[in-house]
């Protein structure tokens, strides 16, 4: 088991920053690959952003690529989003979530663990 806690959401002007942390607790964090999603009101949950176990590897949702950042730092359990040039779109609840799989899956169900979420609302 892995308990997932997002912090950082909050109220910011469009074109503002913003950066999500998610910290992790249970197994070995470097077992998992991360992902970032989001919520808005009335839609369905989509894609943000992924990174393997190592940080090799990223993706990205094509809405975000050149605004967003997802980094990790396994020393400290910890999954990073940051996210620049905020449009009032990216209004959502932003989701962070683990996965065993091999690589961080753009699709919701490959993911085994999910944080309760965090609150990014841009102003326009």
């Known amino acids: 088991q892995v308990q997932l806690v997002e912090s950082g959401g909050g109220l910011v002007q469009a074109g503002g920053s913003l950066r999500l942390s998610c910290a992790t607790s249970?197994?070995?964090?470097?077992?998992?690959?991360m992902g970032w999603f989001r919520q808005a009101p009335g839609k369905e949950r989509e894609f943000v952003s992924g990174?393997?176990?190592?940080?090799?590897?990223?993706y990205y949702a094509d809405s975000v690529k050149g605004r967003f950042t997802i980094s990790r730092d396994n020393a400290k359990n910890s999954v990073y989003l940051q996210m620049n040039i905020l449009k009032p779109e990216y209004t959502a609840v932003y989701y962070c979530?683990?996965?065993?799989?091999?690589?961080?899956?753009?699709?919701?169900?490959?993911?085994?663990?999910w944080g309760p979420g965090t609150q990014v609302t841009v102003s326009s």
């Open positions: 249970g197994r070995t964090f470097s077992s998992y690959a």
């Open positions: 979530a683990a996965t065993t799989g091999s690589h961080a899956s753009r699709r919701l169900s490959s993911y085994d663990y």
């Open positions: 990174i393997s176990r190592i940080g090799g590897t990223t």
